[in-house]
């Protein structure tokens, strides 16, 4: 029994890790679905739901005024969750005819305020992004040439972390991130990737069902929606958002468990994501999303089951050397600047909180039930992302 968990762990972390991204490039590779990209120039609504932004709200309508895409097929919609800051004054007060502000009194969540603003939208695409990002000018054009091909619902931006002034974690983070993108773009080109960027992505209208207003990933659950209608949710790298890389472990915590925990709440909330038969991408979304909430798991087994085998010798004891080597890493890295600055540590001390963090949105997901609200912290010094959605 302990070699079966033993090697039963192993292959599940190998498999997630490793032999998933491995196999879906190369049925990429060898079963593309090509996209027929096409100008496309609908009218579209970019919109953007913030919460006490006044630092930041004209910035980020300015990066989407600056689109290149046609001035009088474009709006800007900005709904505002219950701000108590000057956030909806400081829109109105902009008085340009391409921007609207949806004032919502109550503090509710991103999801409802979602809901309500894409129901108020008339446009045939809408485009959905966070305030703290901007957009390079190309993006709206970009991301709507996908969607001439009308085989396709949603399409995601690509989050580009900044590298200026980047600490070592941040770097692992950022080689973590580069991994990530890599899968997603991978399932675009086979079906549909299981989610998208949430900081930049594009919806055709009629796609867009209400999400239960406690979501707390709209970027999961809004294109999967789209792919069980039959609809494709691809990735498309030339439509950039910027964001800071997380400068700490703290910080990316916060983030991190938060998404993991929207994660459980996405299967607890719609459990035909789990159904080979209703999920078209039902392969890719096992693969991608619900193993790598399985990891830690499987790496507590691993450990446990090889320090029992280790006794043994030979190749078990040689395996358990290199799992402490690979836990005590990040510990070093801590202690010795010059340990923190090998490559092979950002990777493992990205990795191994990364799994924790697994762990941490289980229990966030079982005890808070606010799940669904974001903190703002508007500065945009340091990690801007820390706390948002």
Not at 24 to 50: C, D, G, N, Y
Not at 86 to 92: D, G, R, S, Y
Not at 141 to 165: H, K, Q, W, Y
Not at 207 to 232: H, K, N
Request: aromatic letters at 10%; glycine letters at 6%; hydrophobic letters at 50%.
């Amino acid at each position: 029994m302990v070699h079966f968990i033993f090697w039963f762990s192993l292959a599940l972390l190998a498999y997630t890790y490793v032999g998933y991204p491995v196999a879906v490039a190369l049925w990429a590779r060898v079963f593309p679905r090509p996209v027929k990209r096409a100008p496309f120039e609908p009218a579209v609504a970019i919109v953007v739901v913030v919460h006490n932004e006044a630092s930041r709200v004209e910035r980020k309508i300015a990066t989407c005024l600056a689109q290149d895409y046609p001035a009088d097929r474009l709006r800007i919609v900005i709904a505002s969750d219950g701000s108590t800051d000057n956030t909806v004054a400081l829109v109105e007060s902009l008085g340009h005819r391409n921007v609207t502000v949806l004032p919502f009194a109550s503090r509710r969540g991103k999801a409802a305020c979602l809901n309500d603003a894409i129901a108020a939208c008339t446009e045939e695409v809408v485009v959905l992004t966070d305030a703290r990002q901007m957009l390079n000018p190309e993006a709206v054009r970009c991301l709507l040439e996908n969607l001439a091909d009308l085989t396709i619902g949603a399409v995601s931006g690509e989050l580009m972390l900044v590298r200026d002034d980047m600490t070592p974690f941040g770097e692992g983070v950022d080689a973590y991130w580069r991994y990530e993108k890599f899968i997603r773009q991978r399932e675009g080109l086979v079906h549909s990737a299981s989610g998208v960027t949430g900081a930049l992505y594009a919806l055709r209208r009629v796609c867009f069902q209400p999400i239960s207003e406690r979501t707390i990933l709209d970027d999961v659950a809004i294109p999967m929606q789209a792919v069980r209608a039959g609809y494709r949710a691809i990735f498309d790298g030339r439509a950039h958002a910027y964001d800071q890389a997380s400068k700490s472990p703290a910080q990316e915590q916060t983030r991190k468990v938060r998404t993991l925990a929207g994660n459980y709440q996405l299967m607890a909330m719609m459990p035909w994501l789990l159904v080979p038969f209703a999920n078209p991408i039902f392969v890719q979304f096992v693969s991608h999303k619900v193993l790598r909430l399985v990891a830690p798991f499987a790496m507590a087994t691993l450990l446990l089951a090889n320090l029992v085998l280790a006794a043994r010798g030979g190749a078990y004891a040689v395996f358990l050397a290199a799992q402490l080597a690979g836990y005590a890493l990040p510990l070093a890295g801590r202690a010795v600047p010059a340990v923190a600055a090998w490559r092979l540590t950002k990777i493992a001390s990205a990795f191994v909180l990364l799994n924790g963090y697994a762990v941490l949105g289980l229990v966030q997901f079982l005890s808070n039930r606010e799940g669904h609200l974001w903190q703002s912290h508007s500065p945009v010094a340091g990690d801007s992302r820390k706390g948002q959605p």
